[in-house]
């Protein structure tokens, strides 16, 4: 490996400055404000929050609903994926499959509820087809509902990319040997794919735990810790101490299960060389898995379906007469396509320096020689751990006096470290499977690190690069729980709108809304999914 450049050294200080304002700092002044009293410093505010019956009632009904979301979201995850690997249902159902399960993706939390009231209430959509009521929707069966087409897509990715890992020779070989269907199958998929199956309970469950959106629709009179806290912050008489309370509690879960993933990980399989083999027809498997991988599939976009109905309905479910009305009286609002704009400003403000700091961090700790460099792997741990809520909620304390509060550059701040594990990741693994010799041989040319790195090493990796642009930039447009606590009159954004318009009962606005986030989304995904497949030809 080459020498430590003056220039690496001071992108690596530039980065840690930004973590350190944005990222420890914020979460030490939550960490202190949770023990301040009128008597100075104490545990009082702690007993007092434990004290009260609903705080007490909220956490165990937080820690029930994400359990069962939990289990339920990765059986569903490893269902399709085996689908997707491990039977003969044909190709094109297999890509339908691949692409429907990540709709959810694409539109805000907040917008589920909304999806769930219209297709399962006394009205709604699902039961005017059915003919009655499958279940009360407020509460705990709408909360779980909500979660599970939440943190399905990205359970199911988790699990779906570990499949690829996996040597599909063993399954044949295992039937072979006389093994029978059970053992066969729990040694040579659920074994190999045990962390990645832990991963993905681990993930659905700290989604579930803290997220904001769900509850905030459809959550009625069963509390959650995350509706808990924003009754705390912006009630009618805010606590900042109280709420700084329930931050560091909503900690809790997400420090344990970092720890449990860690702990996960050593249980992963990693073969030598991977065969890639087709397995045999089997009429009873391919059959089974493909109907019941469809059946998810379908349930899930069903939810969504009254969505592109109802705004173009006079008055659903009332009156279904054909109308463009409330489509147009949104886009000729100029508050509500303000509200769009910022959406998209935020958005592509956030994927431009999200993406640029997430893979100098990654380039960094790859592909240099700096002693600190672990540091990234440390921030991109933290930032994996801490809800957006309790992120919002600590720029709120620390920032709250400051010429940065309520303006656009702290939304997008918080974007950006709350969402860069993911992309940092992605370029980590990228970057690693480089030449190493790249840098070494830019330098004998009498090349600088920074020309390297843009005539060698970024073409090499563009692919990679525009997945992080779009990952950015879709949670960006989806995102509420972290900026619920930083938007202002001028800086809202649709998903915030969307709670304010929720007080009004306006729920076509709401829709009409969803959707433009919708198809922006749907837009950027299929631009960036071209131009990765131009940057890997």
């Not at 921030?379 to 709120?396: A, D, E, H, K, R």
Request: net charge positive; proline share 3%; with cysteine.
């Amino acid at each position: 490996m080459h020498s430590v450049k003056p220039e690496m050294r001071i992108v690596f200080t530039l980065l840690l400055l930004l973590f350190a304002g944005f990222l420890f700092l914020p979460l030490i002044v939550l960490f202190i404000r949770s023990f301040e009293t009128d008597q100075g410093f104490a545990f009082a505010n702690y007993v007092s929050v434990w004290k009260e019956r609903d705080m007490l009632g909220a956490t165990w009904n937080s820690i029930k609903v994400s359990v069962v979301t939990a289990v339920l979201t990765t059986v569903l995850g490893f269902i399709l994926a085996y689908s997707i690997h491990c039977t003969n249902i044909s190709r094109p159902i297999k890509g339908v499959l691949r692409t429907v399960i990540i709709v959810p993706m694409l539109l805000p939390t907040i917008t589920y509820g909304f999806a769930i009231m219209y297709s399962f209430g006394n009205q709604g959509l699902i039961t005017k087809l059915i003919g009655r009521n499958l279940f009360e929707i407020y509460g705990f069966n709408g909360l779980l509902t909500g979660y599970v087409i939440y943190t399905l897509p990205p359970a199911f990715l988790l699990i779906h990319n570990a499949f690829g890992y996996i040597d599909k020779k063993f399954i044949i070989v295992s039937r072979l040997m006389g093994d029978g269907t059970a053992r066969s199958f729990l040694n040579t998929v659920v074994r190999p794919l045990a962390g990645a199956l832990g991963g993905a309970f681990v993930l659905s469950f700290i989604l579930s735990f803290t997220d904001f959106g769900i509850p905030a629709s459809v959550g009625g009179t069963y509390s959650v810790i995350a509706a808990q806290l924003y009754q705390v912050m912006l009630g009618s008489i805010p606590d900042f101490n109280q709420g700084a309370v329930i931050a560091v509690l909503m900690l809790v879960p997400a420090v344990f299960g970092i720890w449990l993933l860690q702990y996960l990980e050593k249980l992963n399989y990693h073969y030598d060389k991977i065969t890639r083999v087709e397995l045999p027809r089997h009429r009873v498997r391919d059959t089974g898995f493909g109907i019941v991988s469809t059946v998810i599939v379908l349930s899930m976009l069903s939810i969504f379906a009254v969505m592109f109905i109802a705004p173009f309905m006079n008055s659903f479910p009332y009156d279904l007469s054909f109308t463009f009305k409330h489509v147009k009286s949104v886009l000729e609002s100029s508050d509500l396509t303000g509200v769009y704009k910022n959406s998209l400003w935020t958005s592509l403000l956030t994927s431009l320096f999200g993406t640029l700091t997430a893979y100098a961090a990654a380039l960094l700790n790859v592909r240099t020689r700096l002693r600190a460099r672990g540091a990234t792997d440390i921030v991109s741990m933290m930032t994996n751990t801490v809800p957006g809520m309790v992120l919002g909620i600590s720029y709120l304390l620390l920032f709250n006096g400051s010429s940065l509060k309520s303006t656009f550059a702290i939304i997008v701040l918080c974007n950006i470290v709350h969402l860069f594990t993911t992309p940092y990741l992605m370029a980590k693994n990228s970057l690693s499977k480089m030449n190493p010799s790249w840098e070494t041989t830019g330098e004998l040319l009498g090349d600088s690190w920074f020309k390297t790195v843009y005539r060698v090493i970024l073409p090499n990796s563009a692919s990679t690069v525009i997945e992080m642009f779009s990952y950015y930039f879709i949670n960006s447009m989806v995102t509420i729980s972290g900026i619920i606590f930083l938007v202002s009159a001028q800086t809202s954004v649709v998903a915030s709108k969307i709670k304010e318009l929720q007080h009004f009962a306006k729920f076509n606005e709401i829709f009409v809304l969803s959707l433009l986030i919708f198809f922006t989304n749907l837009l950027i995904k299929v631009i960036c999914d071209v131009l990765q497949r131009r940057a890997a030809r």
